[in-house]
């Protein structure tokens, strides 16, 4: 149901949420692999849900689309983490 142009910059983010969520079933450690196919760590993955969480807060109601995107990767790449 994704846009098969764009899965392959998607692949990483359920691991960001099985990361985040301490998931340990079968799946999750699915998702976590897909992500260190991508070259993201679980060390990684969890600076970016942290990050997420942060903003979240911090934004509220705010508009913050742009500052999400960058965030998860969506876009410029691995900036964040660099």
């Known amino acids: ?6 899965t392959e910059r ?4 359920p691991g960001i949420a099985a990361c985040r969520d301490h998931a340990a079933s079968k799946e999750a450690i699915n998702t976590l ?12 993955l969890d600076k970016i849900a942290s990050c997420v969480d942060f903003e979240a807060f911090y934004l509220r ?9 960058t965030i998860l990767d969506l876009e410029t790449g691995r900036n964040i983490l660099n």
């Open 33 to 44: 692999k897909l992500a260190a196919d991508r070259g993201y760590t679980r060390d990684d």
């Open 1 to 6: 149901m994704i846009n098969p142009e764009i």
């Open 61 to 69: 109601f705010m508009n913050g689309r742009g500052i999400i995107d």
């Open 10 to 13: 998607l692949m990483h983010l």
